[in-house]
């Protein structure tokens, strides 16, 4: 029997996460010490989300299709409970983001509109764009990554193969498995990957054009913290009756910082559902929530579109009612539902947000272009928040259902 290598064994022996705080620290160094460099050193950066984010479409697929398959009759999936949570965490985020910016106005240096694109017209717009999604061609949704389309394509053939014979159905699990070793191979990468990214994106743009923006930036980070330490582990702890920082902190650690360097919540589904394996959640439950998450499930985005909405507001000197802020909390939130059926996510909703203001749509398209310049931390927070959030919600669901998941050594050690 050949003996591993020491350095494999090394590495095997060594955390995943351990593994990617060293690759941040060495991307630091490189950015740092070697500019050129680390600018080289995007590729693996680049690769490595390129990876993720071509995996990623047909693992939901074929997941969402094997678990709806083998789905025995009478056996619960928490989908229901589930959606309420999103719901809920949305609309208390973007609650959270009208308080901040109440009590810590920010005014915008407004820029020259330099993005090239186009906000929707209204809400309708946007729920029409959600609609089309559903009834996408299944291999344009593959192609584009439209997981809307791709979880209704995948319950849809479910549910038609779970009449199919045994041979059938163990040839839908067998693919499913295959996917999913294919994606721990990837997700093994992630420490090269964060280290391209963290390498390039410093040694590339820096943080200089942030410091005019950093009272914008807190509002908008701090909020986002206010929700991921607060308001989440409040909403666990009522479903789960147990101390919710360890799951927490888990959720955060495993997931929130995959998701931060790689700002894509669609390359981080396969960390999601790595990290749903690990905590032993049901496959039937996690398989649909974390996909049907990295599209509905969005607090990161109501917040920035509240937060730069009445900083725009408060720049032009309009005063705002809390009437009429609580209707922004309830628009951010139906506008961040459909943020990923919009191109360029939830800057874009900006705009449709000001008009509840009367803000016209040349100066709510100059708050967009500030949002482009704050971006490199802005959407890092963002993705992290609402990804960690899936895994969070999915887990708290399964274990106020099942607590037998309550033992897992994750939830019942203290902090």
Not at 44 to 50: D, I, K, R, Y
Not at 126 to 153: C, D, H, R
Not at 219 to 248: D, E, H, T
């Amino acid at each position: 029997m050949t003996q591993q290598h020491p350095l494999l064994r090394l590495i095997n022996r060594t955390s995943l996460v351990s593994q990617i705080l060293i690759g941040l620290i060495v991307g630091i160094v490189l950015a740092l010490l070697a500019p050129e460099w680390a600018k080289s050193a995007g590729l693996l950066g680049n690769l490595f989300v390129g990876a993720l984010k071509a995996v990623a479409p047909i693992l939901v697929f074929v997941l969402v299709t094997a678990s709806i398959t083998g789905h025995k009759q009478g056996q619960k999936t928490n989908i229901r409970p589930l959606l309420g949570l999103y719901l809920f965490g949305t609309f208390a985020a973007a609650l959270v983001a009208v308080l901040a910016s109440f009590m810590f106005p920010s005014n915008l240096h407004l820029v020259a509109n330099t993005a090239d694109v186009t906000p929707p017209g209204g809400i309708t717009e946007v729920l029409q764009t959600l609609l089309f999604n559903v009834v996408s061609n299944p291999v344009k949704a593959l192609m584009e990554a439209n997981y809307i389309g791709i979880l209704a394509w995948a319950i849809a053939l479910g549910i038609v193969l779970r009449h199919a014979s045994d041979s059938t159905k163990a040839l839908v699990s067998d693919l499913s498995d295959g996917v999913s070793t294919i994606v721990k191979a990837v997700i093994r990468c992630a420490p090269l990957g964060i280290l391209g990214l963290v390498a390039s994106t410093l040694a590339e743009t820096g943080f200089d054009a942030l410091f005019g923006y950093a009272h914008l930036l807190m509002v908008l980070i701090g909020s986002m913290l206010f929700i991921a330490l607060v308001v989440n582990p409040l909403i666990v702890f009522w479903k789960i009756k147990r101390n919710p920082y360890p799951l927490v902190f888990t959720c955060l650690k495993e997931s929130g910082v995959t998701a931060f360097f790689t700002r894509s919540s669609a390359a981080n589904i396969p960390v999601n559902m790595a990290l749903c394996e690990k905590l032993k959640l049901p496959k039937d439950t996690y398989a649909v929530s974390i996909p049907l998450g990295a599209t509905i499930n969005m607090a990161g985005a109501a917040i920035t579109i509240t937060v730069l909405s009445l900083a725009a507001a408060h720049t032009l000197g309009l005063q705002i009612d809390l009437g009429t802020a609580v209707l922004l909390s309830v628009v951010a939130t139906i506008s961040a539902c459909g943020a990923s059926g919009v191109a360029g996510g939830s800057l874009l909703l900006i705009p449709l947000a000001c008009s509840l203001f009367g803000i016209s749509n040349d100066v709510a398209m100059q708050v967009v272009a500030v949002g482009f310049i704050i971006g490199v931390l802005q959407d890092s927070a963002e993705t992290a928040l609402n990804s960690s959030t899936d895994v969070l919600f999915t887990a708290a669901a399964c274990m106020a259902e099942d607590e037998a998941l309550l033992d897992h050594p994750v939830v019942s050690r203290n902090v």
